[in-house]
């Protein structure tokens, strides 16, 4: 069995041949040819699929004799040029005589066959990529394992139902979605963007039922503003199964739990570090002398409990009042969220927790609310423990309850190292050792873990924020200052490492777009999140030594 290629010029040679006139070939005896009882193909029609070719007539005798049932010289498969010594003869051309009844209808039927030959092969374009039968079999496989699509009856009906003259004129329909499952509907939007999508979304009920999800996105690619004002906007279309997360599984319970005794765990830990000056020797060094490989026995460590507890529990407060602080602004806007995967960590006890959105969305607005109502809510209570330590540093009669730390402690936040020096008073600062109350260290690792989950980074508290109040491209900004002041520590200080790992980890993917991503937030919400940014940026810029020295925040003895 020939090749495609074969395949093609052997069609080319049968056409040649089912012509009255014949060129015939030079160098040998022509060939009879007969009466074609085809069709006449129009001039430079290809003869695969019937669109037009460029062909020289005057070229064609140099793929002579490729199939069989040739005429004269040159063997089978002389396709090639014709020599220098008979590019300057001229070819004869001769007439010959309709052949016999029997020899037509031969010729004929052997036509038909080749027709019918022709009509099966498959149309490969002249030009692009070809693939495999493997590489065929695996997109059709990737095909049927996907998610499922939007039904083009569907497509075609909506086109027909809901878009037209008074709300949105479609001009062009691309793939919507992350693996283009939905589609994406262009064109020009014809009353006030709110209201037609309030009227697109009715119908749509209507229409197909509780089957798709419609979104209102900015266009992709837009050539400039809409004239009516704000950006050109498109509506995408996503099947319900698809576009809507997933319930949450009794696997993700058990690590939901999992994580949260463990985040249990280190807060006691903290709890019990915080006592440092009172723990026995042998294991202060073990925990603060590299050198160290013996561990002590850690039953000395059981009678610290006790006295750890209510650090530990000032901990856990402050994560179960930045989950409730989501939980309330989500209620109102029926928006459902996952249960919290707390992230230990044993130098603040945790670093937060991962909450997913369990619904769409209905638009930027919810999605400001939501994420700023977490960090506000610990933020409030860790900074009301944080005063009140203070507070009670200060007074003699707790003294009895103060700790010691470090005075360096102080120099990690150029805001909190502020007020305590404000509070405290400068001789009380500027010492090697300072006494607190517990209630500043637990309000200390509050605020710090609040501010890290503000940062306008991925899918942060700070970075759905940023995204919904001023857009994607402004939370791509962000995150790359975020991620360059993380890595070279100039937020966050020796912490900066560890969170910059667990977001790229864990919370670099950004939000998925809500339902209206397009409407804005306002600019109260807009000045808020910058607000609380520069919050952020305060709380988690370090004191340089020079600074400290100056303001008497801890005692820097070199530079």
């Known amino acids: 069995m020939g090749t495609l290629a074969s395949w093609s010029f052997g069609a ?68 090639g040029p014709e020599s220098e010594s008979d590019s300057g003869k001229e070819s004869s051309v001769t007439t010959t005589a309709p052949p016999p009844p029997e020899e037509a209808e031969e010729t004929s039927r052997a036509e038909f066959e080749s027709e019918k030959i022709r009509s099966r092969l498959p149309e490969t374009p002249s030009f692009g990529p070809t693939y495999t039968s493997f590489q065929v079999d695996s997109f059709k496989l990737l095909e049927l394992l996907g998610p499922e699509k939007v039904d083009p009856a569907d497509v075609k009906l909506l086109k027909e139902k809901l878009f037209g003259y008074s709300t949105f004129w479609v001009t062009k329909e ?76 009794l696997w993700q319970y058990v690590i939901a739990l999992l994580l949260f005794l463990l985040t249990i765990g280190s807060s006691v830990e903290l709890g019990i570090v915080s006592q440092i000056n009172r723990l026995p020797p042998e294991v202060v060094k073990y925990f603060t002398d590299p050198d160290a490989a013996e561990p002590p026995d850690m039953a000395l460590l059981y009678p610290f409990v006790d006295s750890a507890l209510p650090l530990a529990y000032g901990v856990l407060g402050v994560l179960i009042f930045h989950e409730v602080g989501h939980l309330l602004a989500a209620f109102p806007k029926k928006v459902k969220l996952s249960i919290p995967y707390f992230i230990p960590n044993i130098t603040l006890g945790s670093f937060g927790a991962i909450t997913q959105f369990k619904s769409i969305l209905p638009d930027r607005s919810t999605k400001v609310d939501i994420s700023l109502a977490g960090p506000f809510a610990g933020a409030a209570l860790s900074f009301s423990m944080f005063i009140v330590g203070l507070l009670l540093s200060s007074n003699p009669d707790t003294s009895g309850d103060l700790v010691p730390v470090p005075s360096m402690l102080f120099q990690g936040s150029l805001l909190l190292g502020l007020i305590s020096r404000a509070t405290l008073g400068y001789a009380a600062m500027h010492a090697a050792t300072v006494s607190i109350h517990p ?99 305060l709380t988690l810029l370090p004191i340089w030594d020079e600074l400290a020295e100056e303001l008497g925040v801890g005692l820097v003895t070199t530079f």
């Open 174 to 249: 691309e793939p919507f979605g992350d693996l283009g499952e939905g589609i994406l509907f262009l064109g020009n939007l014809r009353a006030k963007r709110e209201d037609v999508f309030a009227k697109l979304q009715k119908q749509l009920v209507e229409v197909t039922g509780d089957k798709y999800n419609l979104f209102m996105v900015e266009e992709p690619n837009s050539e400039g503003p809409d004239p009516r004002g704000g950006p050109r906007v498109s509506f995408g279309l996503l099947r319900k199964e698809v576009s809507e997360p997933r319930p949450t599984t």
């Open 12 to 79: 080319l040679n049968i056409k040649l041949r089912s012509s009255p006139v014949a060129r015939a070939p030079r160098g040998g005896a022509g060939g009879v040819g007969a009466r074609s009882l085809e069709p006449a193909r129009p001039r430079g029609s290809c003869l695969l699929c019937g669109s037009g070719v460029s062909v020289s007539c005057r070229r064609l005798d140099r793929f002579r004799r490729f199939s069989s049932g040739g005429g004269g010289g040159g063997g089978d498969g002389d396709y």
């Open 439 to 537: 209630l500043v260290i637990v309000g200390w690792c509050g605020l710090t873990t609040s501010a890290f989950n503000m940062l306008p980074v991925g899918c942060l508290d700070g970075g759905r924020a940023v995204q919904g109040a001023f857009g994607k491209s402004a939370l791509l900004g962000s995150g790359l200052t975020s991620y360059t002041m993380l890595g070279l520590g100039v937020l966050g200080g020796p912490l900066s490492l560890p969170w910059g790992l667990y977001v790229l980890i864990c919370q670099r993917t950004p939000e998925k777009p809500c339902l209206n991503d397009v409407s804005e937030v306002g600019t109260w919400r807009k000045a808020v999140v910058v607000a609380a940014i520069v919050l952020v940026v």
